[in-house]
């Protein structure tokens, strides 16, 4: 049978590369339409906890697992099996080499490891976050000299990830989802493949306008909180309180959203992404000052906690050096766990090195695991009176909804609050 | 009787100072409420026209200035008749200097016309848009100067206008109003007035958060405008349609809000109301970098549009000197008769002193008036067939709804578009 007919009746077998954040709600998502799906994976750990039917994500549940194996899930370490499937989605990391270059080397390793094995009447399609020209100039060569006609015999598409752990209005199904091919009969087969799992597709006229589109999103995000965090520190000089400030002006109905400040940036994509763009943009002379300045303040903003860390014990004629903090969060976002990129880490380090002594409490984190910068050896301690009002600091980083404010507010000597979670007009509330 | 019933029961009498696209629509508001209303301005022109039931600001219909007279609205330029109202509303403008300082002078000359006049009782607004510590610097010590207790005998508030002309869903009515009181009871009384005629107030708690509000709305503004005009010229040199991306980026239902770039910013507020939050932060030492950036890169779109129009004359051997061109749209933005810091304005002056031979069509000017920076002679001419195909280039520079696209499309040579009407697949169009 030919591949659309295949993918329009869900008789076409799913390989999915990559089973994080994006590739494991991806591969239930098509289970639950009835597709047959392989996962692909390098880390074996990962390959035997999703063939018991177990989950190494909180926010997806065994049951998914076990229910897309009943459909004929299975995952795997062998990238010989990619000749088996009829779909290959490569959902795999795209992070920042050391000098905000991008690390294309999860995308290239993969095309090495399946470039043998692909077939005539394969459709792939890259998900991961990356620059404009990305599939054209990575991909399709490999395609090409693997000797395949692309648009004929093989197809090629690019379709970005929009998934947003943690957010209860929208899921994998309901989020529009960009669809893109390298030709027409490419954009076809991509947007039938989606189609058939989520409610809208946004068809473009080109991989390198779908690529643009997901660095677009993330660089909104990331420019509009650096202007937030600059604006606050500049409110802070003038006694202003600019969550106050953000919710009055997000009572004009058109023309504004609101952005909040924080301890800096976290996760996967926004401290990230927008330097691809960056990267790219230098190779045809050009400048993206928006990205470069929100980078720059956003990386600055842990220090700016530290300070107002520091700012706070001297009032009170104390030093860094020795007194007690306790961390609230870890995580880069309010209930989550995730760490990647978390401005909480640094700031944990930063203390550390000025001789703080550092207690935390996450519930989402029993201890802190090694990551690639930090290697802490910390346990999560859980909240209480005698904790709170045993600590000089009690320094507010994630906001989960989890805690306890009411006694945090009533227990701590002082708070630096970074989230904006408590009302300012309390004497011991420090907006950070 | 005291301030407080006489506003609730629509019987003070209100003065509004400064008769623009502020004042004019708030005395209209309060008259359809019942209020007498007195406006007061130093043109004695608008003053004439006003007391005579004209209008001279077009999407304001001179039937409901007529219909306030009835209500008892009369205007004036004897401001000694200030003592004879219980609402003082100040409206004035607040333009940058040449080296992008406040001018506050508007603001200074009504305090100098007026301040002799005030009496017991009253309540001071102002609506003027401005840096955090305005009113309590330059209104308060005026105030108390003339002997009265603020907050006892006499009140003051901020409370920054949302007008937005040519909006046809959001009126003076439905806007939300921010409003502010130097003291809890200027606070009351400016709330309670404004409950008069809107329907949503928001209290906040001070006049420089009010102040701080506003000026927020704009730096957000003309920050996401900077960036996707950044991004379009980087965009540009990828051959990526911006306009494509932004759309396919709008189907993300969380985290992105559309902004859209154009030939560079115009109107009263956007390009102009950053700057009074850069001065006063250097006051204080600090720096405001996101609207600095926006500031050059907005500032810089004009150059950036005449560099397309000289690149798509070079391409068919020609040069700007010589060269026809048919300018559409003078207005800073659609359908709306504005021409105030208007980039069409700075286009015209490039081309022309480059030697281009320009004409242009805009139906809400039937000439250029003179204005601060530009006296150019040409007339309006109206758009046809001939008109189109005899110029080299035809610019678009506001995309007004009453323009035939059709004809436009069919019958220039080369068409310049700076506001992504044109879909740009047609050989002829140029995006700017």
């Keep these: 049978m030919k591949l659309g007919p295949l993918i329009i009746n869900h008789q076409s077998i799913i390989g999915v590369i990559g ?9 239930i998502r098509f289970s639950e339409e009835g597709f047959k799906t392989v996962g692909f994976d390098v880390d074996d750990s990962k390959v035997d906890m999703l063939n018991k039917g177990t989950s190494y994500i909180k926010h997806i549940q065994p049951e998914k697992i ?3 194996i009943r459909q004929g899930f299975s995952a795997t370490i062998d990238f010989s099996l990619i000749s088996d499937v009829d779909i290959i989605i490569i ?15 999860y995308i290239q390793s993969t095309l090495q490891s399946i470039k043998v094995h692909l077939r005539e009447n394969q459709l792939l399609v890259l998900e991961s976050t990356t620059y404009p020209g990305t599939t054209e100039e990575e991909i399709l060569p490999i395609v090409e000299d693997a000797g395949f006609i692309v648009g004929d015999n093989f197809f090629i598409g690019y379709s970005p990830e929009r998934e947003d752990p943690g957010n209860k209005d929208y899921t994998t199904k309901t989020i529009p989802k960009v669809v893109s091919g390298y030709t027409e009969n490419c954009l076809k087969l991509t947007k039938a493949l989606y189609d058939q799992i989520v409610d809208q597709t946004v ?35 003038m006694n202003i309180d600019i969550y106050e400030v953000i919710d009055a002006a997000a009572t004009k109905p058109f023309g504004f959203t609101p952005y909040y400040p924080g301890p800096g940036l976290g996760g996967h994509c926004i401290p990230i992404d927008p330097f691809y763009l960056t990267w790219k943009a230098k190779e045809l002379g050009m400048n993206t000052r928006f990205i470069e300045l929100a980078g720059e303040i956003n990386k600055a903003m842990p220090n700016y906690v530290v300070q107002k860390v520091g700012g706070a014990l001297n009032d009170i ?18 209930n989550i766990d995730d760490l990647r990129e978390s401005p909480s880490l640094v700031i944990i380090d930063k203390l550390l090195d000025l001789g703080a002594d550092i207690q935390y409490s996450d519930p989402y984190f029993n201890q802190i695991p090694p990551t690639r910068k930090h290697k802490l050896e910390l346990r999560s ?47 011991k509330i420090v907006k950070a």
Excluded: Q, W
């Design 19 to 27: 089973l994080g954040y994006v590739g494991l709600p991806l591969i």
């Design 66 to 68: 076990s229910s897309a």
């Design 91 to 105: 959902c795999v990391p795209t992070p920042l080499g050391v000098h905000n270059e991008p690390d294309l080397s």
């Design 203 to 237: 068809p473009v006229s080109s991989p390198r306008v779908a690529e643009m589109t997901k660095i677009l999103e993330n660089i909104h995000r990331a420019v509009n909180i650096g202007l937030v965090n600059e604006l606050k520190m500049v409110a802070d000089k």
């Design 317 to 334: 004629g104390k030093s860094i050096r020795g007194s007690k903090i306790l961390i609230l969060g870890l995580a880069y976002k309010k």
């Design 381 to 427: 301690i859980p909240i209480n009176a005698k904790i709170l009002s045993d600590s000089d600091i009690v320094l507010l980083v994630t906001d989960h909804d989890d805690y306890d404010y009411d006694l945090i507010l009533k227990e701590a000597k002082i708070i630096i609050d970074t989230r904006g979670r408590f009302n300012s007009d309390n004497d």
